[in-house]
Protein backbone atom coordinates (compact mmCIF):
# COMPACT_ATOMS: atom_id res chain seq x y z
CA UNK A 1 0.00 0.00 0.00
CA UNK A 2 1.16 3.71 -0.32
CA UNK A 3 1.84 6.13 2.26
CA UNK A 4 -0.73 8.68 2.94
CA UNK A 5 -0.16 12.32 4.28
CA UNK A 6 -1.46 13.42 7.62
CA UNK A 7 -1.61 16.62 10.05
CA UNK A 8 -1.02 16.35 13.36
CA UNK A 9 -3.58 18.98 14.94
CA UNK A 10 -3.12 20.27 18.76
CA UNK A 11 -6.45 19.47 20.97
CA UNK A 12 -6.01 22.64 22.77
CA UNK A 13 -6.16 25.06 19.86
CA UNK A 14 -6.84 22.99 16.67
CA UNK A 15 -4.08 24.60 15.10
CA UNK A 16 -2.00 21.91 12.47
CA UNK A 17 1.35 22.07 13.03
CA UNK A 18 2.97 19.45 11.69
CA UNK A 19 2.64 16.97 8.69
CA UNK A 20 3.98 13.31 8.40
CA UNK A 21 3.38 10.43 6.61
CA UNK A 22 1.67 7.07 7.35
CA UNK A 23 1.31 3.61 5.24
CA UNK A 24 -2.15 3.05 3.84
CA UNK A 25 -4.35 0.91 4.40
CA UNK A 26 -7.26 -0.82 6.11
CA UNK A 27 -6.81 -1.40 10.27
CA UNK A 28 -4.67 1.01 10.71
CA UNK A 29 -4.95 2.87 14.34
CA UNK A 30 -4.65 6.62 14.19
CA UNK A 31 -1.23 8.59 14.91
CA UNK A 32 -1.40 10.16 18.27
CA UNK A 33 2.20 12.10 19.25
CA UNK A 34 3.26 14.49 21.90
CA UNK A 35 4.83 17.44 19.90
CA UNK A 36 5.49 21.09 20.60
CA UNK A 37 2.88 23.10 19.85
CA UNK A 38 4.15 26.92 19.38
CA UNK A 39 0.62 28.32 19.65
CA UNK A 40 -0.36 26.85 23.33
CA UNK A 41 3.75 27.07 24.12
CA UNK A 42 3.73 23.45 25.49
CA UNK A 43 3.72 20.24 24.60
CA UNK A 44 0.40 18.65 23.82
CA UNK A 45 -0.68 15.17 22.49
CA UNK A 46 -1.05 15.95 18.70
CA UNK A 47 -3.95 13.81 17.15
CA UNK A 48 -4.23 12.72 13.64
CA UNK A 49 -6.22 14.63 10.98
CA UNK A 50 -7.41 14.05 6.92
CA UNK A 51 -6.55 16.79 4.79
Excluded: Q
Excluded at 25 to 51: D, Q
Aim: proline share 10%; net charge positive.
Amino acid sequence: MAREWIFLECPDCANRNYRTTKPGGPNIPKVELSKYCPRCRKHTAHKEKKK
